[in-house]
């Protein structure tokens, strides 16, 4: 696999801003980040439903107690 250094990875960022132009690169920037957010979430919102999980088992204590009050 060839190595990149600094002069092709500069030449290549000239290329996708020509190619997209600024704005439209740092809006695909920012949903990238809200896609990669999201997935996180739902891993983790998937791995506190498995039974067993006593984050999960506390929280759900919790909100109980909230609406017993």
């Known amino acids: 696999m060839p190595h990149l250094g600094p002069l ?5 960022l000239l290329i996708v801003v020509l ?10 920037g920012g949903e990238l980040g809200r896609g990669i957010r999201e ?3 739902a891993v ?4 506190s439903d498995k039974p067993g999980d006593k984050s999960a088992e506390k929280t759900e204590a919790k909100e109980e ?5």
């Open 8 to 12: 092709e990875i500069v030449i290549i």
């Open 19 to 28: 190619l997209f132009g600024v704005g439209r690169i740092g809006r695909i």
């Open 39 to 41: 997935f996180r979430k």
């Open 44 to 47: 983790q919102d998937e791995s």
């Open 65 to 69: 107690t909230k609406t017993a009050a």
